[in-house]
């Protein structure tokens, strides 16, 4: 089992920045790769952001792309993303995630946690 808590979300305004946070616990962290999905209110959870267990690859959805970097520690066993220059319409509840495969779909993920909300005024 790995248990993920996210942190870092809020209120901002367009073009500002956030950092989210996501803590794991449990099992070896660096033996998984680790997702951020979203969910805005009435969407389906769409991914984000991927890295790979060492760090070394990454993968982004395309409406992200430029904007957000996804990066990890293994020795704190965190996972960052910092999102730039947002966008109201990258308003949602902010998931991370845990894969022991590389994806980008939700069904390829093993453990979740509980969301941050992010929100985005114009």
């Known amino acids: 089992q790995v248990q993920v808590v996210e942190s870092g979300g809020g209120l901002v305004q367009a073009g500002g920045s956030l950092r989210l946070s996501c803590a794991a616990s449990g099992r070896t962290f660096s033996y998984y790769a680790m997702g951020w999905f979203r969910q805005a209110p009435g969407k389906e959870r769409e991914f984000v952001a991927v890295?790979?267990?060492?760090?070394?690859?990454?993968y982004y959805a395309d409406s992200v792309k430029g904007r957000f970097t996804i990066s990890r520690d293994n020795a704190k066993n965190t996972v960052y993303l910092q999102m730039n220059s947002l966008k109201p319409e990258d308003t949602a509840v902010y998931y991370c995630a845990a894969t022991s495969v590389w994806g980008t779909h939700s069904a390829q993920y093993d453990y979740w946690g509980q969301g941050t909300q992010v929100t985005v005024s114009s």
């Open positions: 890295i790979s267990w060492s760090g070394g690859s990454t």
